[in-house]
């Protein structure tokens, strides 16, 4: 069975620092790979996803996460946050077959300090 | 404007008391979902409809009940709720039941059981 986890409750970064939140997934075959945001009140915004191809994928608001299949990890990233970047952070792993459903992570809260 | 709309936001309710939460979807998509979100927990998915059929049901108790009376809009009916289910329930949609897609998620609702 599929399975996501995401190692880090929650994490404290300075503003202008780097970041880097891990993903861990289980799962036999190549996964489809998501990361999502949560801004607080809200619903759940794509960042990112990852299918095939290029293992380092670029997705918005200047966040990049890179598939390491040796690893079965997909850890998001970001050169340099900003306070906006404050939110919760969810890892979500899925297959391309009909009659499933992604599979989201605990989530990881990203606190930004001044 | 994420694409799905969750009405109400907010919603305070007893336990004998009958409400229903709605999601309406104007994206085209072909499939819809309804996740419970909880302090401290994973989103725990509870419905699945595809072309407004039901597909899935993962084990949620009867007190909650969906309807989905075309593609672009779905209920969740709530009758004699319990404390605990007390939690942010999000709507999400995508194109088909294929994970390839990733889901738009609505802002979801907050439900409060008194």
């Known amino acids: 069975a599929q399975s996501v986890t995401q190692p880090d409750i929650h994490i404290t970064v300075s503003e202008g620092a780097s970041l880097e939140l891990r993903c861990n997934y289980s799962y036999g075959a190549t996964p489809y790979l998501f990361w999502y945001v949560q801004s607080p009140g809200q619903g759940l915004q794509l960042l990112l996803k990852?299918?095939?191809?290029?293992?380092l994928v670029q997705g918005i608001k200047g966040f990049e996460a890179e598939f390491k299949r040796s690893q079965s990890s997909f850890n998001l990233r970001k050169p340099s946050v900003h306070w906006s970047d404050a939110a919760e952070y969810f890892c979500?792993?899925?297959?391309?077959?009909?009659?499933?459903?992604?599979?989201f992570g605990k989530g990881t809260t990203l606190s930004v300090s001044s | 404007e994420t694409g799905v709309t969750q009405t109400p936001r907010h919603l305070v309710m007893g336990m004998t008391n009958k409400k229903s939460l709605k999601c309406e979807q104007h994206l085209g998509h072909n499939a819809m979902y309804w996740y419970k979100q909880s302090a401290k927990k994973p989103l725990e998915l509870m419905f699945v409809y595809s072309l407004e059929e039901r597909v899935e049901n993962n084990s949620v108790p009867s007190r909650f009940s969906p309807e989905c009376p075309n593609s672009s809009h779905l209920f969740l009916h709530l009758h004699t709720l319990q404390p605990e289910d007390s939690a942010l329930y999000l709507c999400?949609?995508?194109?088909?039941?294929?994970?390839?897609?990733?889901?738009?998620f609505g802002s979801g609702t907050r439900l409060t059981v008194v």
């Open positions: 999400a949609s995508s194109q088909e039941r294929r994970q390839i897609y990733g889901y738009t």
């Open positions: 990852y299918f095939s191809g290029d293992t």
């Open positions: 979500a792993v899925g297959e391309d077959q009909a009659g499933t459903a992604l599979i």
